[in-house]
Every structure is written in structure tokens, then in C-alpha cells.
């Protein structure tokens, strides 16, 4: 198995600028999650789906961040436009949910740094 | 609301000592807890997880947690460090299994030789 792909790995960009994160969840999950790590914050969840579903969205900063799950292969996080205070490793994770016979691991891809000049 | 609290945001350890890293939680129901670890520039790998069964989690790399009710706490610990522990250790809660995680604010581990 791949695992979770994100790309791109490293995302230079200026402020202003539209900025599109990509992830590709392990096939046949059905469960697919958008952190985000900073110096000062830690770990945040931004959002989640589940089956292409966003659930919770309440840790997404402000209405220039959104995020997209058109079919169970693939997200997007996009932010627009740019700051440079969301500077961060973002990471999408998956996992396979289903009542009790969930496995409940989420499984993170190797993550995009941003860096908004 | 479940929140995770990690003690020490950096912990130093010798080669061959014991490694203590503590993790302490709150949540209004039996929760589901789990330890991540994170190498530099990679994403988080799953150490071990705590999901009501037994309460001595046993995971990879020879760390091992234990789930204590009354103290609300799910300690990691390893007998003996090695080079390649270095690295950063999240603990994690969540409430329902495939649901989101509240993680700590992690513990950076530096090993000496």
C-alpha cells in the first residue's frame, strides 16, 4: 500500500496567492482529515469528511481556507488568498470508520510545508 | 470537551535509560487514546492505542503505555532509549473510534550518547 500521498511536499508562494493542497487517501477508507502544525499552535484539526462528507469544519480559520472531497480518492485544501501567517505543515490523514469494526488509526500522509513570503 | 495535556515539552534522555513520557487527559467518555510518534520532516506513525481493552497498550519499537482510569493518564514509556527514539511523541484522544483527534502539544525527545 502507498499510504496517504500529499503533494506537493514544499509550497513556496506569495501573499496573495492561491495555494491548493492535494491528498490521496488509502484506498478504501472512507474517513479523510486536514491538520495543521505550527510552532505556536501544535496539531489542529481543520476538517474532516466522511465518505466525501464534511462533518466538522470548525477549525477552519476563516473563509479564505476550503476544502473539497469529490470522490473517496482524493481532497483538496485550498487557501485563498495566501498570508503569511498560514506558514505550516499541512498533513491529511485517513482512516477506515465504520461502527465496531472500525480500525480508529488514523494514518498521516508526509505532509506539505507551506511557506506564504 | 476531551483535551490532552503533555507534561515537558522536551525530555533528555541517555542511551539506555528509561523513557518516561506523560500524558494526561480529559474527556466526558471512555476514550480512545493513541501516541504518535513524528521523525524530523515526516508525518505522524502510529506507536500504540488505547481503545478499552487492556489496559497495558503494548506498541512498536518496544514502547508500551498504560491506561489508568483514576488518574486519567496514559503514560508512554520504552526500558532502554536508543539513538533512533529521537524525535517528537504526540499523544492523542478521541471519543469515538474513525474520529477526530485532540492531540497534546507534544514531547520533543533528544537521546545522548
Known amino acids: 500500500d502507498a499510504g496517504v500521498i500529499q503533494s506537493p511536499r514544499h509550497e513556496v508562494t506569495e501573499m496573495g496567492q492561491e495555494v491548493t493542497l492535494r491528498c490521496k487517501p488509502i484506498?478504501?477508507?472512507?474517513?479523510l482529515f486536514w491538520y495543521r502544525q505550527t510552532m505556536m499552535r501544535g496539531l489542529e484539526l481543520l476538517i474532516y469528511f466522511n465518505n466525501n462528507v464534511p462533518i466538522d469544519d470548525s477549525g477552519m480559520p476563516e473563509d479564505r481556507f476550503s476544502a473539497k472531497m469529490p470522490n473517496a480518492s482524493f481532497s483538496t485544501l485550498k487557501i485563498q488568498p495566501s498570508e503569511p501567517r498560514d506558514s505550516a505543515v499541512y498533513f491529511c490523514a485517513s482512516t477506515l470508520a465504520s461502527g465496531g469494526t472500525s480500525t480508529d488509526t488514523q494514518y498521516f500522509g508526509p505532509g506539505t510545508r507551506l511557506t506564504v513570503l | 470537551a476531551q483535551s490532552v495535556t503533555q507534561l515537558g515539552s522536551h525530555v533528555s534522555v541517555s542511551e539506555g535509560a528509561l523513557v518516561l513520557l506523560r500524558c494526561n487527559y480529559s474527556s466526558s467518555v471512555p476514550p480512545y487514546l493513541f501516541w504518535y510518534v513524528q521523525y524530523p520532516n515526516q508525518g505522524l506513525q502510529l506507536l500504540l492505542k488505547?481503545?478499552?481493552?487492556?489496559?497495558l497498550v503494548k506498541g512498536i519499537n518496544g514502547f508500551e503505555a498504560e491506561f489508568k482510569k483514576s488518574e486519567t493518564s496514559f503514560h508512554l514509556t520504552k526500558p532502554s532509549a536508543h539513538m533512533s527514539d529521537a524525535a517528537e511523541y504526540f499523544c492523542?484522544?478521541?471519543?469515538?473510534?474513525?474520529?477526530?483527534?485532540?492531540f497534546g502539544g507534544g514531547t520533543r525527545v533528544l537521546v545522548k550518547p
Open positions: 488505547y481503545t478499552s481493552a487492556a489496559t
Open positions: 492523542a484522544v478521541t471519543k469515538a473510534a474513525g474520529n477526530k483527534l485532540t
Open positions: 484506498s478504501g477508507h472512507n474517513s
